[in-house]
C-alpha cells in the first residue's frame, strides 16, 4: 500500500487527427520559444502489486501456446503504427501485466466506490536480457482532498481484503458476456492489437490505460477455451468453478 503519492502532470504538444509519436508529422509543441512546458501537481494513494518472477518464467517456458498468442499480437502490431511504436514491450510477461492489471482496476472500482476513470496503472516490468528484473503492478488514484488521500483505495490494499478482491477479479475473466466471440478472437480492438478482450471484460477507459487499451489477453491470464490451463491464473479459475459445481 502506498498511502500517498505525487504526480505531476505535463502537457507537451498535440496531434490533430490521428495520434502521432513526438516530433512526428501533425505533431504541435507547445513549448515553442519558451523553456517550459506548463504542468501540475496532484496527489494521491495506491497500491503496489509485485508478482513472482521466477513464476513467471516457468509459466512461459512450459507453455509454448502462449507464445502463439503473443505472436499473433505481433503480427497484428506490424501493421499498426501505435503497434509498430511499441512493439518492443510486446512479450508474454507483459501482456500478462497489463491484462491483470485493467482486471483489478475493474474490480477496485466496484469494491471502493472510485469510478473506473479516476484509476490508473503503471507497469514496471523488465525482458529476459535486462539486468535488472521486475514485474509489478501499481494501480493508484488521484481522486481525494487537497491531501491526495480519503483512504478508501489503500483500505482495499490491507492483507484480510486484497486477497478476496484478486481472486474476483481473476473469476470474473473467465467469462465474458461476448464470449465466445471474444475469447476465440485472433485480434479486436484498435488495429486488432488486443486478443481476447473487450469492454465487457478488460477494456478500461482509455485515461486509465498507458497502452491506449492495447496488448490486453485475459486468455494469459485464466486460459482459453482450447487451452484452460495456458493460464497464469488457471488453477485459480478451475478451483472455483470445480467447487460450485459440487454445490
Not at 104 to 115: A, D
Request: hydrophobic share 35%; charged share 20%.
Amino acid at each position: 500500500m502506498v498511502n500517498t503519492i505525487k504526480i505531476v502532470k505535463t502537457l507537451i504538444g498535440f496531434s490533430r487527427i490521428n495520434p502521432v509519436e513526438k516530433g512526428g508529422f501533425g505533431f504541435v509543441d507547445i513549448k515553442g520559444e519558451n523553456l517550459w512546458y506548463p504542468a501540475y501537481e496532484i496527489k494521491g494513494e495506491g497500491i503496489f502489486l509485485e508478482l513472482d518472477e521466477n513464476a513467471i518464467n516457468n509459466w512461459i517456458h512450459n507453455n509454448p501456446e502462449i507464445k502463439k498468442r503473443v505472436d499473433i499480437m505481433k503480427s497484428n502490431s506490424e501493421k499498426s503504427l501505435l503497434g509498430r511504436t511499441k512493439s518492443s514491450i510486446l512479450t508474454p510477461k507483459f501482456v500478462l501485466l497489463h491484462t491483470l492489471s485493467h482486471l483489478l482496476i475493474k474490480q477496485l472500482s466496484f469494491e471502493c466506490g472510485y469510478s473506473i476513470a479516476s484509476l490508473s496503472e503503471r507497469l514496471y516490468w523488465s525482458k529476459e536480457t535486462d539486468k535488472n528484473q521486475m514485474a509489478g503492478i501499481f494501480i493508484y488514484t488521484t481522486s481525494g482532498d487537497s491531501e491526495g488521500s480519503l483512504g478508501g483505495l489503500v483500505r482495499q490494499g490491507r492483507t484480510d481484503i486484497f486477497p478476496q478482491i484478486f481472486n474476483n477479479a481473476i473469476l470474473s475473466a473467465k467469462t465474458c458476456s461476448n464470449d465466445p466471440i471474444c475469447i476465440l478472437s485472433r485480434g479486436q480492438g484498435r488495429d486488432s492489437l488486443n486478443l481476447a478482450s473487450c469492454y465487457a471484460c478488460s477494456l478500461l477507459p482509455e485515461t486509465c490505460c498507458e497502452m491506449s487499451n492495447s496488448f490486453l489477453d485475459r486468455g494469459l491470464v485464466v486460459g482459453t477455451y482450447k487451452a484452460d490451463n495456458i493460464g497464469f491464473y488457471s488453477e485459480i479459475a478451475k478451483r472455483h468453478f470445480k467447487n460450485t459445481a459440487l454445490l
